[in-house]
């Protein structure tokens, strides 16, 4: 007997490796940076398109699904488990990826600073972020987020000239170092605790009273070892998602990358931290743990909401008195993580799964609006330095020149109304949805945080609109390259057509996927039936 | 006692949208009618002094709701900016470090405290 497993579900994360691996050999055929960019974009498709076979296949199981690396049963080898949460958003990652990389097929290559290793540290991001979203497993969470944090590091710096660069990525990486060591840490407590390393081995052990067993070490409790571990834990991710105060590396990084590189960090790197930090609280030690353990969630989701209120209310603070655009957009994600986090936070104050399943649903279609939002002004911007070989993005610079090239100038008044939330753009909606559900659970000083926040917002939201409403004399129109306008034309779109998609059954898609977040028992049952599956095999 | 509305989808976004539209509009009829009589003074008006504002800011009796509303702005979140700027965003490295560390020491006293409850409470 032989157990069939769709080998398709472990073959992205591999396959962006491999490629990153590759490409190298490819220098000594050729130099030219085009094709690099040609080979990245192809490897990015087939990335797509394997999501996409991976996102149908979930939704048609309509339970979650587990691949075996190398045919080690877990909690002994490293398992993939893909639910409709992550499959959704491994998703929407690879066609922002495909994006960025078809603009970056403009971008780059007439950059004479770019040689062909920035394609290998593009995929090798690509690589480790997959990774860390379809893992079911602790410690190759940890090794993916290692591959994820050195194409970052190294990313950062990749400008090796600029010494704002080189800054930035010293602080990134000593900061950057030091939480991973924690993560790292915290995988050796829980293995020490649980004695398995298995998400969904974790998670059912976490709601078993016999799992408390009374040893006088801190290790023999779970408890006990759960909450250093969730401590050791937490705060490389909130780091590695810039929530408020391990937000201080974003401005410095985000005014001193490519616009190419800063989309990623922006579109995705940040987002998939923020997932993690879900996937814990929700899944792994979600609802019905055992009480001792409850107590410690409610008090670190109650922590988690408070600083998304700061993290709201910094950024929304600090955007307004920025000179640098790229600067102010960074502030402006220290602003949306905050409210991502508000809406993560939810859990505090109920354990009812049809308001949890509300409040996921915004949190994740917060995620997809920022990350459409902030691609679409990094690229705009970049097009605009592009265009006029600019090295900075000083606002004062830029302002007025938003019309000369038109669809830039006008992704940036969308990219701006859609993150200040202003409809019909899909931005509005999930700010809605936040207040909404905060609304209906009976909160409403934080409903009101979001609309005073979003309001404090508007003063920096306001300067980037003068780049296409100011004017400077003198400048003529712009052609703007086709990748530039084609990828910038398709997040336009995106923004009114999520608006409009929400009244059909992606609304119902969102909840579900919402829902497979907090369904801890199809989680388990994927990785029981798997185990006893196996060991039927050998009976 | 207060109700609440619940719209679906479509209905919300058509309705916030066209309300969104008619305030922007409304907006838009009065800037144009406002702006009429600033595009009637001549080009030389328009020459900017280094404090950034307008030559006839001298002329006005008032000070212009854009100054006012600034001005407001500066004055209420006076100190938080100086607190934003000066203590948290030095962009000293080591001031990172103290903002960072209190969020990791608050989630390890939180598990400390944890472990020590649940021994004290007779494992």
Same mark, same amino acid.
């Given at each position: 007997m032989a157990l069939y497993i769709n080998p398709v579900y472990g073959l992205i994360p591999l396959m962006l490796i491999a490629a990153a691996f590759i490409l190298p050999l490819f220098s000594f055929i050729t130099k030219k940076i085009k094709f690099f960019s040609l080979f990245t974009i192809v490897i990015t498709f087939i990335v797509f398109i394997l999501s996409t076979i991976i996102f149908l296949d979930v939704y048609r199981e309509g339970k979650p699904v587990l691949y075996p690396f190398g045919g080690w049963p877990p909690p002994i080898g490293i398992a993939y488990e893909i639910d409709l949460f992550n499959a959704l958003f491994a998703f929407f990652v690879a066609f922002i990826a495909l994006l960025i990389t078809i603009y970056d097929n403009w971008y780059s290559t007439t950059d004479p600073r770019i040689h062909y290793t920035f394609y290998v540290l593009l995929l090798g991001l690509l690589g480790g972020t997959f990774g860390c979203?379809?893992? !079911?497993?602790?410690?190759?969470?940890?090794?993916?987020?290692? &591959?994820? #944090?050195?194409?970052?590091?190294?990313?950062?710096?990749?400008? +090796?000239?600029? +010494?704002? *660069?080189?800054e930035a990525a010293?602080?990134? =990486?000593?900061? !950057?170092? %030091?939480?991973? *060591?924690?993560?790292?840490?915290a995988a050796i407590v829980y293995y020490a605790a649980y004695g398995s390393l298995n998400m969904a081995d974790i998670a059912y052990m976490a709601r078993s009273r016999s799992s408390l067993t009374p040893f006088s070490s801190i290790f023999g409790n779970i408890v006990a070892a759960t909450a250093i571990a969730l401590a050791l834990t937490l705060w490389p991710f909130t780091f590695k998602s810039a929530l408020f105060p391990n937000h201080f590396w974003l401005p410095d990084v985000y005014s001193s990358v490519s616009p190419v590189v800063a989309a990623c960090f922006a579109g995705f790197t940040e987002a998939t931290a923020i997932y993690i930090v879900a996937r814990y609280l929700y899944t792994i030690f979600g609802?019905?743990? %055992?009480?001792?353990? *409850?107590?410690? +969630? #409610?008090? %670190?989701l109650g922590a988690l909401l408070v600083l998304g209120i700061l993290g709201a209310l910094v950024g929304a603070f600090m955007m307004a008195i920025q000179r640098d655009a790229r600067r102010l957009l960074a502030y402006s994600t220290v602003n949306h993580i905050g409210f991502t986090y508000i809406a993560l936070s939810i859990g505090f104050f109920t354990k009812s799964p049809d308001i949890l399943r509300i409040g996921l649903m915004a949190m994740l279609l917060h995620i997809i609006n920022h990350s459409i939002g902030k691609v679409m002004l990094f690229l705009s911007i970049g097009t605009l330095m592009k265009s006029y070989n600019l090295n900075t993005s000083d606002l004062n610079t830029l302002t007025g020149l938003g019309r000369t090239t038109p669809i830039a100038g006008t992704a940036i008044v969308v990219g701006a109304l859609h993150l200040i939330g202003l409809p019909p753009f899909s931005g509005f909606f999930s700010k809605y949805y936040i207040y909404q559900v905060?609304? #209906?659970? !009976?909160?409403?000083?934080?409903?009101?945080?979001? &609309?005073? =926040?979003?309001a404090i917002s508007l003063m920096g939201y306001a300067k980037l609109l003068l780049i296409t409403f100011g004017t400077k004399p003198g400048y003529g129109k712009v052609r703007e390259a086709l990748q530039s306008r084609t990828v910038l034309a398709i997040l336009m779109i995106l923004t009114i057509a999520i608006s409009i998609a929400l009244y059909t059954d992606f609304y119902n898609l969102l909840i579900k996927a919402a829902e497979s977040l907090i369904d801890y028992r199809s989680y388990i049952d994927t990785f029981s039936s798997f185990v006893n599956t196996y060991l039927s095999m050998f009976r | 006692m207060a109700s609440t509305i619940s719209l679906n989808p479509i209905d919300l976004m058509l309705i916030s949208s066209?309300?969104?539209? @008619?305030? @922007?509009?409304?907006?838009?009829a009065i800037f144009r009618a406002l702006a009429k009589k600033e595009m009637s003074s001549s080009e030389d008006a328009f020459a900017m002094y280094i404090g950034g504002e307008h030559e006839s800011i001298l002329t006005l009796k008032y000070p212009t709701t854009d100054a006012l509303y600034w001005a407001v702005l500066k004055r209420v979140f006076r100190n938080v900016y100086r607190y934003l700027v000066e203590s948290l965003h030095t962009g000293s490295v080591l001031d990172w470090v103290k903002y960072m560390s209190m969020w990791y020491g608050f989630l390890m006293i939180l598990a400390i405290l944890i472990v020590m409850m649940y021994m004290v409470m007779g494992w």
């Amino acid at each position: 007997m032989a157990l069939y497993i769709n080998p398709v579900y472990g073959l992205i994360p591999l396959m962006l490796i491999a490629a990153a691996f590759i490409l190298p050999l490819f220098s000594f055929i050729t130099k030219k940076i085009k094709f690099f960019s040609l080979f990245t974009i192809v490897i990015t498709f087939i990335v797509f398109i394997l999501s996409t076979i991976i996102f149908l296949d979930v939704y048609r199981e309509g339970k979650p699904v587990l691949y075996p690396f190398g045919g080690w049963p877990p909690p002994i080898g490293i398992a993939y488990e893909i639910d409709l949460f992550n499959a959704l958003f491994a998703f929407f990652v690879a066609f922002i990826a495909l994006l960025i990389t078809i603009y970056d097929n403009w971008y780059s290559t007439t950059d004479p600073r770019i040689h062909y290793t920035f394609y290998v540290l593009l995929l090798g991001l690509l690589g480790g972020t997959f990774g860390c979203i379809y893992t !079911g497993d602790i410690f190759n969470l940890f090794v993916m987020v290692e &591959v994820l #944090s050195l194409a970052a590091y190294a990313l950062i710096a990749f400008y +090796r000239s600029n +010494r704002y *660069s080189l800054e930035a990525a010293l602080k990134y =990486t000593l900061l !950057g170092a %030091v939480a991973l *060591s924690l993560y790292f840490v915290a995988a050796i407590v829980y293995y020490a605790a649980y004695g398995s390393l298995n998400m969904a081995d974790i998670a059912y052990m976490a709601r078993s009273r016999s799992s408390l067993t009374p040893f006088s070490s801190i290790f023999g409790n779970i408890v006990a070892a759960t909450a250093i571990a969730l401590a050791l834990t937490l705060w490389p991710f909130t780091f590695k998602s810039a929530l408020f105060p391990n937000h201080f590396w974003l401005p410095d990084v985000y005014s001193s990358v490519s616009p190419v590189v800063a989309a990623c960090f922006a579109g995705f790197t940040e987002a998939t931290a923020i997932y993690i930090v879900a996937r814990y609280l929700y899944t792994i030690f979600g609802l019905d743990i %055992v009480p001792e353990l *409850s107590q410690l +969630r #409610s008090v %670190v989701l109650g922590a988690l909401l408070v600083l998304g209120i700061l993290g709201a209310l910094v950024g929304a603070f600090m955007m307004a008195i920025q000179r640098d655009a790229r600067r102010l957009l960074a502030y402006s994600t220290v602003n949306h993580i905050g409210f991502t986090y508000i809406a993560l936070s939810i859990g505090f104050f109920t354990k009812s799964p049809d308001i949890l399943r509300i409040g996921l649903m915004a949190m994740l279609l917060h995620i997809i609006n920022h990350s459409i939002g902030k691609v679409m002004l990094f690229l705009s911007i970049g097009t605009l330095m592009k265009s006029y070989n600019l090295n900075t993005s000083d606002l004062n610079t830029l302002t007025g020149l938003g019309r000369t090239t038109p669809i830039a100038g006008t992704a940036i008044v969308v990219g701006a109304l859609h993150l200040i939330g202003l409809p019909p753009f899909s931005g509005f909606f999930s700010k809605y949805y936040i207040y909404q559900v905060y609304l #209906s659970i !009976g909160q409403p000083f934080i409903a009101w945080l979001v &609309v005073l =926040t979003t309001a404090i917002s508007l003063m920096g939201y306001a300067k980037l609109l003068l780049i296409t409403f100011g004017t400077k004399p003198g400048y003529g129109k712009v052609r703007e390259a086709l990748q530039s306008r084609t990828v910038l034309a398709i997040l336009m779109i995106l923004t009114i057509a999520i608006s409009i998609a929400l009244y059909t059954d992606f609304y119902n898609l969102l909840i579900k996927a919402a829902e497979s977040l907090i369904d801890y028992r199809s989680y388990i049952d994927t990785f029981s039936s798997f185990v006893n599956t196996y060991l039927s095999m050998f009976r | 006692m207060a109700s609440t509305i619940s719209l679906n989808p479509i209905d919300l976004m058509l309705i916030s949208s066209l309300s969104t539209g @008619l305030v @922007l509009a409304v907006v838009l009829a009065i800037f144009r009618a406002l702006a009429k009589k600033e595009m009637s003074s001549s080009e030389d008006a328009f020459a900017m002094y280094i404090g950034g504002e307008h030559e006839s800011i001298l002329t006005l009796k008032y000070p212009t709701t854009d100054a006012l509303y600034w001005a407001v702005l500066k004055r209420v979140f006076r100190n938080v900016y100086r607190y934003l700027v000066e203590s948290l965003h030095t962009g000293s490295v080591l001031d990172w470090v103290k903002y960072m560390s209190m969020w990791y020491g608050f989630l390890m006293i939180l598990a400390i405290l944890i472990v020590m409850m649940y021994m004290v409470m007779g494992w």
